[in-house]
Nanobody, 123 residues
Framework: QVQLVESGGGSVQAGGSLRLSCAAS????????MGWFRRAPGEEREFVAA????????NYADSVKGRFTISRDNAKNMVFLQLNSLKPEDTAVYYC????????????????WGQGTQVTVSS
């Protein structure tokens, strides 16, 4: 049983930055996978970035590679997503998620989800 709560969303002009936070609580094991997903208006949920709870291996969607950075603070049970060089097409609800099972970085393999935080990027 894991609970996830996102924060840090807001409105920003193109080229700006935001830092999203995810507070995790419950029973978390080292092999768990933490991910960020987003759902843009009129679009399906898509993968953004992921990191293991233990280890430095990361994975990013091509659309955000070089602009977004995922990180964690295990002592505080926190996961972060730094969003730089934001574009209007980054506008979406961003979700923190966790998977306890093996799989891939697709929504169907993640079994815990936060409520989402809105990111709006204007031209």
């Amino acid at each position: 049983q894991v609970q996830l709560v996102e924060s840090g969303g807001g409105s920003v002009q193109a080229g700006g930055s935001l830092r999203l936070s995810c507070a995790a609580s419950g029973r978390i094991f080292s092999w768990y996978r933490m991910g960020w997903f987003r759902r843009a208006p009129g679009e399906e949920r898509e993968f953004v970035a992921a990191i293991f709870w233990s280890g430095a291996n990361t994975n990013y969607a091509d659309s955000v590679k070089g602009r977004f950075t995922i990180s964690r603070d295990n002592a505080k049970n926190m996961v972060f997503l730094q969003l730089n060089s934001l574009k209007p097409e980054d506008t979406a609800v961003y979700y923190c998620a966790m998977r306890s099972n093996s799989g891939t970085d697709t929504p169907e393999f993640y079994n815990y989800w936060g409520q989402g935080t809105q990111v709006t990027v204007s031209s």
